[in-house]
């Protein structure tokens, strides 16, 4: 009974259909919206609290981040072979692909878990201000503490974002993130019993969410009929062959998170060795310009779970349609993004004013506008890289993604940005290195574009062959007819 009325709720929208795409992509927006406000209501609480501390926090949390993602890329890849088995009817498939994430994820937060006692030293070669180091390496340090919830979470969320029941994702975000922001306050300016910490309250905040967010997931999964239709706790073994598989199209998708992440980590730390106030501009305006991308990875996810889902049903095509949908829809939303922040930069920044305005803010707050305009520049060329990105490394194409990120990462903004953080004049520092970061999105962007109209992709996946039959139903749409 549970079965069949699993498959009557499913079978009411039609597969390829602008409803179809927002039903998932809706609560993954809404989720990764919630996640951004929360990245910004952190940062405007350090600012707040200190420019030595917002200074630092990005920084920090961009190379704990960097660390942590390749065991990430791979963690959020088991979307794809959930996505696809589902397509394929595979039920048991989707349960041991869930657990061979889990025990990846229990390998790597182990792991991660030895950088700690390194992170004085390295913070200090790095080279920003004494102050500021010494605050990375604090929250640094706390972050890492965090890694395993994290990584185990993002296993757990597979199972349902990969069955499209991305209603559940949100939910549990919204509970965490509404934790974060109630932690952040009180740990980081004090209330009642409890001491203000600064920045290290900020990273007690992440880490608690972060274990919430676990624990929402099992409670739920031990609670929904789910577990029991799909046989989950049934087929908790350890399966080589699917975990090598796993590793196999899993470890491209976290290097390239890697490579994408350390490219524009290596990009705040050339920053920052430009002076504080580049550095902390350069924070609130990544910050502000999170509001508009950070929401678009929701709908990244779910073009990348119904791209799989076809793959694994041998329909192709359909993918191809639910994907422009997404495009068409994501790029007029960047573009709205684009317009906020070259007409309306002052109402932006307002809650990042501290009660008292210092010289130092007004200076910060004078560049920030300035690369906002470069923010409202590359935001088309973010939807481009987002969704087709997300498209082709549905279907299993991780490997070109990787090496032209790679590519493009570091010919274009890394290696760009250290020249100019080198020879340029002090004036023109600041303005290069965003130049280069923009030329790197547009590119990626566009190069993403050409390799979903090149159409490999279409015969990939990563499953077992025999379980992806082509579906005869399936015939080739005119691309005119992809919007519609």
Same mark, same amino acid.
């Given at each position: $009974?549970?079965?069949?009325?699993?498959?009557?709720?499913t079978s009411t929208?039609?597969?390829?259909?602008? *409803?179809?795409?927002?039903?998932?992509?809706?609560?993954?927006?809404?989720?990764?919206?919630?996640?951004?406000?929360?990245?910004?209501?952190?940062?405007?609480?350090?600012?707040?609290?200190?420019?030595?501390?917002?200074?630092a926090a990005l920084p920090a949390g961009m190379i704990q981040w960097t660390i942590m993602s390749i065991a990430m890329g791979k963690a959020m890849y088991v979307n794809t072979f959930v996505a696809q088995y589902e397509g394929a009817n595979q039920r048991q498939r989707v349960s041991e692909s869930v657990w061979q994430g889990v025990?990846?994820?229990?390998?790597?937060?182990?792991?991660?878990?030895?950088?700690?006692?390194?992170?004085?030293?390295? !913070?200090?070669?790095?080279?920003?201000?004494?102050?500021?180091?010494?605050?990375?390496?604090?929250?640094?340090?706390?972050?890492?503490?965090?890694?395993?919830?994290?990584?185990?979470?993002?296993?757990?969320?597979?199972?349902?974002?990969? %069955?499209?029941?991305?209603?559940v994702v949100m939910w549990v975000n919204l509970v965490s993130v509404l934790v974060n922001m109630?932690?952040?306050?009180?740990?980081?300016?004090?209330?009642?019993?409890?001491?203000? $910490?600064?920045?290290?309250?900020?990273?007690?905040?992440?880490?608690?969410?972060?274990?919430?967010? #676990?624990?929402?997931?099992?409670?739920?999964i031990?609670?929904?009929?789910?577990?029991?239709?799909?046989?989950?706790?049934?087929?908790?073994? !350890?399966?080589?062959?699917?975990?090598?598989?796993?590793?196999?199209?899993?470890f491209p998708n976290g290097l390239l998170?890697?490579?994408?992440?350390?490219?524009?980590?290596?990009?705040i730390v050339l920053v920052g060795r430009i002076g504080k106030i580049e550095l902390a501009a350069t924070t609130i305006a990544f910050n502000l310009n999170s509001l508009a991308f950070v929401p678009m990875m929701g709908v990244g996810t779910a073009v990348m779970t119904l791209v799989g889902k076809?793959?694994?049903?041998? *329909?192709?095509?359909?993918?191809?349609?639910?994907?422009?949908?997404?495009?068409?829809?994501?790029?007029?939303?960047?573009?709205?993004?684009?317009?906020?922040?070259?007409?309306?930069?002052?109402f932006l920044l307002r809650p990042y004013e501290p009660d008292v305005i210092t010289e130092d803010f007004l200076k910060v707050k004078q560049s920030t506008v300035i690369l906002l305009r470069f923010a409202a520049l590359f935001?088309?060329?973010?939807?481009?890289?987002?969704?087709?990105?997300?498209?082709? %490394?549905?279907?299993?194409?991780?490997?070109?993604?990787?090496? !032209?990120?790679?590519?493009?990462?570091?010919?274009?903004?890394?290696?760009?940005?250290? #020249?100019?953080?080198?020879?340029a004049d002090a004036d023109e520092k600041l303005f290069g290195s965003w130049v280069a970061c923009t030329s790197y999105i547009s590119i990626m962007g566009i190069g993403y574009l050409i390799r979903f109209q090149a159409g490999r992709w279409k015969e990939m996946r990563v499953i077992e062959d025999h379980f992806a039959e082509p579906n005869a139903e399936d015939s080739e749409q005119p691309m005119q007819g992809a919007l519609t």
């Open positions: $009974m549970e079965d069949s009325a699993l498959n009557q709720h929208v039609t597969p390829g259909s602008l *409803r179809e795409l927002t039903n998932v992509a809706v609560p993954l927006v809404l989720s990764c919206g919630s996640l951004s406000i929360m990245h910004v209501v952190d940062r405007i609480f350090l600012t707040w609290w200190s420019t030595d501390a917002v200074a025990y990846l994820a229990l390998i790597w937060g182990g792991l991660l878990l030895l950088g700690v006692p390194f992170a004085g030293t390295f !913070f200090h070669w790095i080279g920003h201000t004494p102050e500021v180091q010494t605050l990375e390496a604090e929250y640094f340090s706390i972050l890492c503490l965090g890694s395993a919830p994290a990584l185990l979470s993002t296993v757990l969320s597979c199972f349902y974002t990969g %069955r499209s029941q991305t209603m109630l932690l952040d306050y009180w740990l980081i300016f004090g209330v009642g019993p409890i001491p203000a $910490m600064g920045i290290r309250g900020a990273a007690i905040a992440t880490v608690a969410a972060n274990v919430v967010t #676990l624990l929402l997931y099992l409670f739920i031990l609670a929904k009929h789910e577990a029991r239709l799909y046989g989950l706790f049934n087929h908790w073994q !350890f399966n080589r062959e699917l975990f090598v598989r796993l590793i196999r199209y899993g998170y890697f490579i994408d992440i350390i490219g524009f980590t290596l990009f076809r793959i694994g049903e041998g *329909r192709p095509q359909l993918a191809v349609r639910t994907t422009w949908k997404a495009f068409a829809a994501s790029a007029a939303y960047m573009l709205l993004f684009a317009v906020i922040y070259i007409g309306f930069p002052d935001s088309f060329f973010d939807a481009l890289v987002v969704v087709f990105g997300s498209a082709i %490394r549905g279907a299993g194409d991780t490997r070109f993604c990787m090496f !032209f990120s790679l590519l493009t990462g570091w010919a274009v903004m890394v290696i760009p940005t250290f #020249l100019i953080w080198m020879y």
